[in-house]
């Protein structure tokens, strides 16, 4: 016997509902040393060469959870470091067994023990051997030029609507903003995404940063993904990332960003689009690129100068070291 289609309906609804409250719910951890076994070997991996005779391997291992990994081996080196998005590169899928993580790869295999992933061929000779690294941003820490206006320094919150310290110097990620506004500038910003293996996509450390609160720079724990617009460093719905610059979930990455905002005339009609350049982790991820449209989540363009916007997304995403240069 058939249920009427409403109750059917109703179910369905209900069962989405509940799939989406579970991935809501993911365990996120915001401190390393109870993060578990599976952050000790997600992370960057790099070939180390003796003899500069070819660009060296790099890897990501990204954590899914429950000691199961996603493998990406970049042929040139790590993103932004030699490998870029129409070099070589291939994935697999693996899991920890006895404190050995084991990848099935096209040609071969990778295992991971020790802080060390040794690529194998068929026959189990070793070709390749790469380290783990811990890359750090070369902006990390930047101080504010003469004359910036510091929004964050880890003292107060005071200088946002809505803002909240949390960890003792951290601003949370809360969709406040800035009771400052600002027309051009450049912007510093440094952020932190948690460790969520069990997470996937939207649900997994998602943030914004809004320059003017009309524009936003995607934050989320994209680390070794694509690199789409609306992941990390992406200008969501306008355009993905020259290159993925996402480092591994807990650490602290950058933002640098350089902002001209649309032009209008008297009658307040757009005559000229806004335009940024947006360094992550210090790599150029868009270069002048053209603002054509605002994107969702805040404001509407418009003449007026406007806050900085920082976007919660139900995930424990915080920021530090925020500062803003007007220009004149």
């Not at 023990?113 to 380290?131: P, S």
């Not at 335009?275 to 054509?292: F, K, P, S």
């Amino acid at each position: 016997m058939f249920a009427p289609r409403h109750l059917l309906l109703l179910a369905l609804t209900t069962c989405l509902s509940v799939a989406a409250s579970t991935a809501c719910k993911a365990q996120a951890f915001t401190d390393p040393e109870k993060a578990g076994p599976d952050f000790e070997v997600q992370g960057e991996y790099v070939e180390k060469l003796t003899v500069e005779a070819r660009a060296p391997h790099g890897a990501q291992v990204i954590a899914l959870g429950d000691g199961k990994f996603d493998l990406v081996i970049y042929q040139g080196g790590l993103p932004g470091e030699g490998w870029r998005r129409d070099d070589g590169m291939e994935k697999a899928t693996g899991e920890s067994k006895d404190s050995v993580t084991t990848f099935k790869t096209k040609n071969g295999t990778a295992t991971i023990k020790g802080g060390v992933l040794t690529l194998a061929d068929a026959d189990g000779n070793k070709q390749f051997e790469l380290t783990k690294v811990v890359r750090t941003s070369p902006t990390l820490g930047a101080k504010p030029p003469t004359g910036a206006s510091v929004l964050f320094d880890g003292s107060s919150a005071d200088n946002f609507n809505n803002g909240k310290i949390v960890e003792e110097n951290l601003l949370g990620a809360t969709n406040c903003d800035s009771k400052q506004k600002f027309g051009d500038h450049s912007l510093h910003i440094e952020f932190r995404t948690p460790f969520m293996p069990q997470a996937r996509g939207q649900g997994r450390g998602n943030s914004g940063v809004y320059p003017q609160s009309r524009y936003e720079i995607q934050v989320l724990d994209s680390f070794g993904l694509d690199g789409k617009d609306n992941e990390c460093g992406g200008i969501y719905s306008i355009n993905k990332p020259i290159v993925n610059m996402c480092y591994p979930p807990l650490s602290w990455q950058t933002y640098d960003i350089d902002f001209t905002a649309a032009r209008y005339d008297e009658g307040g009609k757009k005559i000229k689009n806004g335009r940024i350049t947006v360094r992550h982790n210090g790599v150029v991820i868009h270069d002048d690129q053209e603002l054509a449209h605002g994107t969702p989540g805040r404001h509407p363009e418009g003449p007026a100068p406007d806050a900085l916007y920082l976007q919660d997304h139900g995930n424990p995403v915080v920021f530090r070291n925020i500062w803003v240069v007007e220009k004149k």
